[in-house]
């Protein structure tokens, strides 16, 4: 099973993105599956995660303006950001565990421009 990342781009400050990850197969045996964020010179940072049974979890900094959400059919885990700030710029990344199997999507860009 491959991840990949998509959806990135630049956005003006307060503006929307939807990021996605798709997985080659059997994205709904992963759980939980999570998007993370590194920005210039900074650690990665988890951002959100979604579970199986479609419980969510979000970093306190996203609360409220962004939404993940998966559509297991499609092999699809999206993750929804409004209100953009541009301290968010950074590369996203998809992540996805399943027991002892942890996977990481190539990344993709997002810049919010002040």
């Known amino acids: 099973v491959q991840l990949q990342a998509s959806g990135g781009g630049l956005v003006q400050a307060g503006g929307s993105l939807r990021l996605s990850c798709a997985a080659t197969?059997?994205?709904?045996?992963?759980?939980?599956v999570g998007w993370f964020r590194q920005a210039p010179g900074k650690q990665r940072e988890w951002v959100a995660s979604?579970?199986?049974?479609?419980?969510?979890s979000y970093a306190d900094s996203v609360k409220g303006r962004f939404t993940i959400s998966r559509d297991n059919v499609k092999n699809m885990v999206y993750l929804q950001m409004n209100t953009l700030k541009p301290e968010e710029t950074a590369v996203y990344y998809c992540?996805?565990?399943?027991?002892?199997?942890?996977?990481w999507g190539q990344g993709t860009q997002v810049t919010v421009s002040s």
């Open positions: 992540k996805a565990v399943k027991g002892p199997m942890t996977l």
């Open positions: 979604i579970y199986e049974n479609g419980w969510t």
């Open positions: 197969r059997n994205i709904f045996s992963f759980s939980p």
